[in-house]
């Protein structure tokens, strides 16, 4: 088993990851399709449990599997990627429900933090520093992609690549906080944050910026309360996010 301190730099860079996803997130109006990303890690929880597999292995390959079937329908079918994303993460979560024994499904759900594999810690990390790269390297282009897909067919951009990897760096993200927070409330720590930054920010920069520091704020310091007050980590943390946001309204006012 991994130390503490291994455990609470994944933390860190996993919130780092949601905070850079959600920005994009929040300015392609996938708020709630955040929420429905996640509920496809269920159907590979279940599966690798009835397989006696790694359930985080399950839940990636699902995400992963499940992105790349939403990115071919979206790019053949001309249906908005939310739509997409609604029908088919939902769907997920019956069979999920159905695939999931109770108890795991409860842990599925809501999280189950605790002592971590050194694999889960070097898998975990990996997967953060490839979704912070790529937010970091591709945030102009993903932008532009944003604005106007012809626009960035002429400044050379492959617009159906680097959505297929956005919607993978999503999945990774949401992946990567499957232990903590639970497939119900991983996509509340990538939108809340963002969406407090686009309120609070002046520029593309400044919005990630602001958005990683509460995501890892809220981490950080629901975790340390959780563990004080002797509750499940997860929610705590999703309440610190809100709590900073309804605060930005009040600033932004």
């Keep these: 088993m991994t130390g503490e301190p291994s455990a609470f730099v994944l933390s860190v860079g996993m919130a780092t990851a949601a905070g850079l996803v959600g920005c994009v997130a929040v300015m392609r109006g996938m708020t709630l399709a955040s929420d429905a990303i996640s509920h496809v890690a269920l159907p590979g929880i279940g599966v690798a449990l009835l397989l006696r597999v790694d359930p985080f292995l399950g839940a990636v390959a699902a995400l992963v599997l499940g992105t790349v079937l939403v990115w071919a329908v979206e790019s053949r079918a001309r249906i908005s990627t939310e739509t997409v994303i609604g029908v088919v993460f939902s769907a997920a979560l019956a069979g999920g429900a159905m695939f999931t024994p109770g108890e795991s499904l409860i842990e599925a759900l809501f999280g189950n933090p605790g002592a971590m594999s050194r694999f889960e810690i070097v898998v975990g990390l990996a997967g953060a520093a490839g979704v912070i790269a790529f ?27 680097v959505n297929l990897f956005y919607l993978l760096a999503f999945s990774i993200a949401v992946a990567l906080g499957l232990r903590h927070l639970g497939v119900l409330l991983m996509g509340s720590l990538i939108i809340i944050p963002a969406a407090t930054a686009k309120h609070l920010a002046w520029n593309l920069n400044s919005m990630l910026a602001i958005a990683v520091t509460i995501a890892i704020f809220s981490t950080v310091a629901g975790g340390a309360l959780a563990q004080g007050i002797h509750r499940e980590p997860g929610p705590v943390i999703i309440a610190i996010a809100a709590g900073m946001f309804f605060l930005s309204l009040l600033k932004a006012h």
């Design 135 to 161: 937010m970091l390297v591709k945030r102009h282009q993903l932008v532009i992609a944003l604005v106007s897909s012809d626009l960035a067919r002429t400044a050379g951009i492959r617009v159906a690549r």
